[in-house]
C-alpha cells in the first residue's frame, strides 16, 4: 500500500515496536496497517451419488471448473460463507455435514476451509459467476479442466475418501498456488494429514 488509509498520507514500511515483521506505518497519524491471510470458504454440494461443480465465467480461470467457494465477508461464519457461496454460484441450498479439508496456501496469504454439504433438493443453476453448473459422477470429474490446483487437490482427496467409504480430515499447506504443472499432490502427499 502506499497511502494511509485512516488520513490518506504516505506510508512507509518498518518494523513497528515490539513486532518483529515489517508493516505498512503510516508517517502522519502513526496507524499500524497489518495484511493477515484471508479466508476462503468453500463447499462440495454432493446429491446422491454426484457433487456439484461450476464452470467459471470470470477471471481468473473463467472457462474451468470449481466447486462454490468465495471470500468470507465480515459478519458471517465459515459455513455461513460457504452456503451464500453455494447458493451465489450454484444456485443451490446445501446443509453442511463436515468440514473436509483446510488447506494453508502461504504464498499468496489464503486458507481454504473445504466443507461438504447435502444438497437439499436436485435444485441448481448457473450464478451470475458461473457460465454452467452441473453434476458430476466421481468418474466424470472433469480434471484436467480444474480452475485452481487447491481445488484440485480438495476435490482429489474426497474422491479418494468416497472410494475408501469414509471421509477424513485433511490439513494441508499448498507451496504455490500458481505451480505451472497444476500437479501439487506429490508434495501435497508427502504431508502428514493425521
Ligand atoms: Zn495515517
Not at 498520507?9 to 484471508?38: E, T
Not at 465465467?57 to 467457494?69: M, N, V
Not at 481454504?112 to 435444485?123: A, E, H, L, N, T
Given at each position: 500500500m502506499n497511502f494511509c488509509s485512516a488520513c490518506g498520507?504516505?506510508?512507509?514500511?518498518?518494523?513497528?515496536?515490539?513486532?518483529?515483521?515489517?508493516?505498512?506505518?503510516?508517517?502522519?497519524?502513526?496507524?499500524?496497517?497489518?495484511?493477515?491471510?484471508?479466508?476462503v470458504a468453500g463447499c462440495i454440494p454432493e446429491w446422491e451419488n454426484q457433487i456439484l461443480l461450476c464452470r467459471r465465467?470470470?477471471?481468473?480461470?473463467?472457462?474451468?471448473?470449481?466447486?462454490?467457494?468465495g471470500f468470507m465477508e465480515i459478519g458471517e461464519s465459515t459455513e455461513q460463507a460457504a452456503m451464500?457461496?453455494?447458493?451465489?454460484?450454484?444456485?443451490?441450498?446445501?446443509?453442511?455435514?463436515?468440514?473436509?479439508s483446510v488447506?494453508?496456501?502461504?504464498?499468496?496469504?489464503?486458507?481454504?476451509?473445504?466443507?461438504?454439504?447435502?444438497?437439499?433438493?436436485?435444485?441448481?443453476?448457473?450464478?451470475?459467476?458461473?457460465l454452467e453448473v452441473r453434476l458430476f459422477h466421481p468418474s466424470e470429474i472433469p480434471w484436467e479442466e480444474i480452475a485452481f490446483p487447491v481445488v484440485k487437490e480438495a476435490l482429489r482427496r474426497y474422491i479418494d475418501d468416497m472410494a475408501k467409504g469414509g471421509l477424513s480430515l485433511h490439513v494441508a499447506s499448498l507451496p504455490d498456488r500458481l505451480n505451472k504443472t497444476g500437479t501439487t499432490g506429490s508434495i501435497l502427499h508427502n504431508r502428514s494429514d493425521g
Open positions: 498520507k504516505p506510508v512507509a514500511q518498518k518494523i513497528p515496536p515490539g513486532d518483529n515483521l515489517p508493516r505498512f506505518v503510516c508517517g502522519s497519524c502513526d496507524a499500524i496497517h497489518y495484511h493477515n491471510p484471508k479466508i465465467a470470470i477471471e481468473p480461470k473463467s472457462g474451468l471448473w470449481t466447486f462454490p467457494a451464500r457461496e453455494t447458493v451465489e454460484e450454484a444456485k443451490a441450498e446445501v446443509v453442511l455435514t463436515r468440514l473436509h488447506f494453508s496456501l502461504p504464498q499468496i496469504g489464503q486458507v481454504y476451509m473445504v466443507f461438504v454439504g447435502k444438497m437439499q433438493s436436485k435444485r441448481f443453476g448457473a450464478g451470475a459467476e458461473s
